[in-house]
């Protein structure tokens, strides 16, 4: 899977390959958030997914509940003709410095599907 990403207030972008990541200060860090960490979040959430998956999007979503830490992941296979294969995942870490995430929701998408989130996703 890739690992070149673009992460602003919580959401985190996959760069294509060919661009080179341009230097720019770093975002400043939500509170109660520790540097690196949403970092660390991409790197086990990545450790999820099949070998020819790649993250397209990666979103932290608000919770209800206080310690858990959320993300809605857009995911694709890499391989050519995939185009077809999107699926949303839902994943949870227990609190935010957890060594571990759990997958909570896997929807595919088909060319046909509307989603629309409401509340806590």
């Known amino acids: 899977p890739r690992q070149s990403f673009v992460m602003v207030k919580g959401a985190a972008l996959l760069?294509?390959?060919?661009?080179?990541?341009?230097?720019e200060p770093p975002p400043a860090v939500p509170p109660g958030q520790v540097p690196g960490q949403q970092e660390q979040?991409?790197?086990?959430?990545?450790?999820?997914?099949?070998?020819?998956d790649a993250v397209r999007l990666a979103v932290r979503l608000e919770s209800s509940r206080p310690r858990r830490v959320r993300y809605l992941l857009v995911v694709r296979p890499e391989?050519?003709?995939a185009e077809g294969q999107t699926a949303?995942?839902?994943?949870?870490?227990?609190?935010?410095?957890?060594?571990?995430?759990?997958?909570?929701?896997?929807?595919?998408?088909?060319?046909?599907?509307?989603?629309?989130?409401?509340?806590?996703?």
Request: glycine fraction near 10%; charge should be negative.
């Open 79 to 81: 391989e050519a003709g």
């Open 88 to 121: 949303l995942l839902g994943v949870d870490f227990a609190h935010e410095g957890a060594t571990h995430c759990t997958l909570g929701m896997v929807l595919p998408l088909w060319s046909d599907t509307q989603v629309f989130l409401d509340g806590d996703g």
């Open 15 to 23: 760069l294509p390959a060919e661009e080179p990541l341009e230097a």
């Open 41 to 52: 979040h991409l790197q086990l959430m990545m450790q999820l997914l099949r070998p020819q």
